[in-house]
Structures are given as structure tokens and as C-alpha cells.
């Protein structure tokens, strides 16, 4: 009987795109939740043939690609300049990862062409996929443990039978803190607000392309938003509305986790849409959906 829970996801970044890195490299094995597999994604067509008869005519796969999902933790390395595992991911998700003297910075990189290649072992069967490209979102709440959430979407192999791997190395991934007063902290303009939760995604627009002699997963674009909940301040100190109305540009700053497992977003130019009024224990709350402007956000860990 095969297992649904006896599965592992390994993966590793591609020097040349669409060339396996993890037969024969060193890939890290990832520590996630969640983990779910589309193994053949794609459209089928029909032959329609008008044979006489009535009913399904036989179908051909004309388009087969593959997609992976899964949650990993938001934390740091635990290492000042080194970057967190989940940095190899955002570097397939349009992002560059660039080291510091005590951080590390993955920003967002138009011209970015970061692959990966995956294998996903699911009790008994291996996936692969080649030339993974992605796009990711992630939550951070009051009281509960953050977490990414990516979406990646490969070139399709043939499924084989390969029993799961051992000995696989999880200890570079740090365990997460949770969001609270001790390890978090938001800001809009410089000036500190009570935050319930923050979703930002940065719905990247990810295609399968295939022509005569090409195949591969492209970022087109991306169109990242952002969500905060809030604790509404006196009107007097901070005016949503006004904000909104004027489509006046502000900068927003989070901040969690001690150091060498602090995780940073800053986004230098967001403009507030409408906000609306909602409740958190008898507490009124603002509910706001922000248009995150341009390309300038970065995450950073320190």
C-alpha cells in the first residue's frame, strides 16, 4: 500500500536552463508542508473525426507540464550573510539573492532567468521536473508561525520507480518564531501600527511555452499586492481614507523574528485602496488592500 504522507521534495538550481542539477549535484532536500503535485498538467484535443458515429472521439495530449506546491517557513539562516534555503526558490521566482556584510537581500529582478530542476518522490514513484520557474506569497499573522507558499511549474519527465532517498540533510532549515509583540513590528511611514496579519503575493504571470524547437516555463510579468489588517488608530493620527483618496504613495516596513532569524519586507512605494472597517475582539480594525507600485520591494534576512 502506498502511503500518501511517505513523500520528499528535493531541488536544486540549474546552470543551464532545463539540464537536470540534481542528478549529480548537491540539492537540498526540503523541510515544507503541504507538498502537492499536478504530475501532468496541459490540454488534451480532441480528433472530432466525422466518422458516422455519435460520442467522445479519442483525445491526444497536446500540451504536458507539471506543477508543484508546498509552504516552508519564514525564518532566517542563522548564519549574518547566508542566505535561508528558501533563497535558492525566490531565485526561481524572479528574484535575485544578493549577500551582504551581515545580510542577505533578494529583491526583485526583472531580467532574473533563475531555474530549478525538482524531484518530488511520492512512496515508490519519482517526479521530475526541469526548468522550474514559479511565484510565491506569504502570511504573516498575530499569534501563528508565518510561512511562503510556492507555486512552481516544471517540464515534465516520465514517471519512474525510485523508492524514497535517506539520509537527506534538513538542519540548514531554522525553526520559525511567532508573530507577536516579542518578535514583530510594522510600520507606514516610519510610524509604528498595531498589525493583525499582512498577505502579500507576488503573483508572478507563469507560462508553459512550446514551439517547434523550444520548450520552457517563462515569468512574463508579475502583479504583486498586498493586505493588511490593523488596528484602527484615532482618525486625528492616521487617516486612511484621505490616503486612499488622494493615491498618496507610502512606504511599509515588517519586521520579524531576533537576529540571524529576522525576516525583513520592506516596500518603498504602496498606495492604499479602499479601506474598509472590520472587527478583532470588539477591537475596530481596518481591512486595506494596497497596490504594491513597481518593482522595489526586497526581503531581506539578517
Known amino acids: 500500500m502506498r502511503k500518501t504522507r511517505k513523500k520528499v521534495l528535493v531541488f536544486a538550481l540549474e546552470a543551464t536552463y532545463g539540464v537536470d542539477a540534481v542528478d549529480g549535484g548537491t540539492p537540498s532536500a526540503l523541510l515544507g508542508r503541504d507538498v502537492k503535485i ?30 508543484v506546491e508546498f509552504a516552508v517557513d519564514v525564518a532566517g539562516s542563522g548564519t549574518a550573510n547566508v542566505a535561508p534555503e528558501y533563497g535558492k526558490l525566490l531565485q526561481a ?12 537581500v533578494a529583491a526583485i529582478d526583472d531580467d532574473a532567468a533563475g531555474s530549478l530542476t525538482l524531484y ?3 512512496h515508490g514513484a519519482l517526479h521530475k521536473l526541469t526548468g522550474a520557474r514559479g511565484t510565491f506569497s506569504f502570511s504573516i499573522k498575530a499569534k501563528e508561525l508565518p510561512s511562503f507558499k510556492f507555486t512552481f511549474t516544471g517540464l515534465f519527465s516520465p514517471v519512474t520507480g525510485v523508492a524514497l532517498p535517506t539520509g537527506l540533510d534538513f538542519t540548514k532549515w531554522k525553526k520559525p518564531v511567532k508573530v507577536g509583540v516579542q518578535n514583530s513590528a510594522f510600520t507606514i511611514g516610519g510610524v509604528a501600527y498595531k498589525l493583525i496579519s499582512y498577505e502579500y503575493d507576488q503573483a508572478n504571470s507563469v507560462i508553459h511555452q512550446e514551439y517547434v524547437g523550444h520548450e520552457e516555463v517563462e515569468i512574463t510579468d508579475y502583479k504583486p499586492t498586498l493586505k493588511i489588517v490593523m488596528e484602527a488608530p484615532d482618525i486625528a493620527d492616521w487617516d486612511p481614507f484621505t490616503l486612499a483618496e488622494n493615491t498618496t504613495e507610502v512606504a511599509t516596513s515588517l519586521t520579524h523574528g531576533p537576529a540571524l532569524n529576522q525576516f525583513v519586507h520592506d516596500v518603498p512605494r504602496v498606495s492604499l485602496k479602499r479601506p474598509v472597517y472590520g472587527d478583532q475582539d470588539g477591537t475596530l480594525t481596518y481591512e486595506i488592500d494596497m497596490n504594491v507600485i513597481s518593482n522595489g520591494d526586497t526581503i531581506t534576512t539578517k
Do not use: H, K, Q, W
Open 120 to 122: 518530488f518522490y511520492y
Open 93 to 104: 521566482c524572479l528574484r535575485s539573492v544578493t549577500p551582504g556584510a551581515s545580510d542577505v
Open 38 to 67: 499536478t504530475p501532468m498538467a496541459g490540454d488534451n484535443t480532441s480528433l472530432s473525426y466525422d466518422d458516422g458515429t455519435l460520442g467522445n472521439a479519442i483525445e491526444l495530449a497536446t500540451e504536458i507540464y507539471g506543477t
